[in-house]
T-cell receptor, first 111, second 111 residues
Framework: QKEVEQNSGPLSVPEGAIASLNCTYSDRGSQSFFWYRQYSGKSPELIMFIYSNGDKEDGRFTAQLNKASQYVSLLIRDSQPSDSATYLCAVVSSNTGKLIFGQGTTLQVKP | DGGITQSPKYLFRKEGQNVTLSCEQNLNHDAMYWYRQDPGQGLRLIYYSQIVNDFQKGDIAEGYSVSREKKESFPLTVTSAQKNPTAFYLC??????????FGDGTRLSIL
């Protein structure tokens, strides 16, 4: 089992819809979770981080964390074509403190 | 502007040659990291440094070397021992316990 798993996609949604991106992790002791957005050919950009169970909202983005089920998700409301990118989930290992990345989910928002 | 500067943007390596990728940050961050990204993959940690004059191997350190003589600088050398060096190399930095932020990356190819 991979330490951090994401469906590679592509996930295709129409403009204005809600995009839901999911990530599961294997380290039950992990406390810190991050979502990065990576446009094609560019470097990752931090868009959300979450440390506590529940939801965290920032503009059109909501991060959801469920430690009991070991998943973290990212919701993008009112999706725009400019949201089309690869979204990387990252989890801090409780053993090493290193940041472990999933392979990323490619999101396509169609006008 | 504060940020992380990687250079060059593109780099070509000949057989048997060592090449050095530059990473400089003016964010006063203690920790710096080097990652490798292959097409369609997540990021894999090569080396990291939490403090000047100290660094640790990541998950794929073979064929790479680093130094951390100054807080602002964390250069990565890709040696001739790295047989498959073609990839996108990303440098990141952070304050301890805080999210990592990335430079724009260097694309390394084989001539």
């Amino acid at each position: 089992q991979k330490e951090v798993e994401q469906n590679s996609g592509p996930l295709s949604v129409p403009e204005g819809a809600i995009a839901s991106l999911n990530c599961t992790y294997s380290d039950r002791g992990s406390q810190s979770f991050f979502w990065y957005r990576q446009y094609s050919g560019k470097s990752p950009e931090l868009i959300m981080f979450i440390y506590s169970n529940g939801d965290k909202e920032d503009g059109r983005f909501t991060a959801q964390l469920n430690k009991a089920s070991q998943y973290v998700s990212l919701l993008i409301r009112d999706s725009q074509p400019s949201d089309s990118a690869t979204y990387l989930c990252a989890v801090v290992s409780s053993n090493t403190g290193k940041l472990i990345f999933g392979q990323g989910t490619t999101l396509q928002v169609k006008p | 502007d504060g940020g992380i500067t990687q250079s060059p943007k593109y780099l070509f390596r000949k057989e048997g040659q060592n090449v050095t990728l530059s990473c400089e940050q003016n964010l006063n961050h203690d920790a710096m990291y080097w990652y490798r990204q292959d097409p369609g993959q997540g990021l894999r940690l090569i080396y990291y440094s939490q403090i000047v004059n100290d660094f640790q191997k990541g998950d794929i350190a073979e064929g790479y070397s680093v130094s951390r003589e100054k807080k602002e600088s964390f250069p990565l050398t890709v040696t001739s021992a790295q047989k498959n060096p073609t990839a996108f190399y990303l440098c990141a930095s952070s304050i301890r316990g805080k999210p990592q932020h990335f430079g724009d990356g260097t694309r390394l190819s084989i001539l």
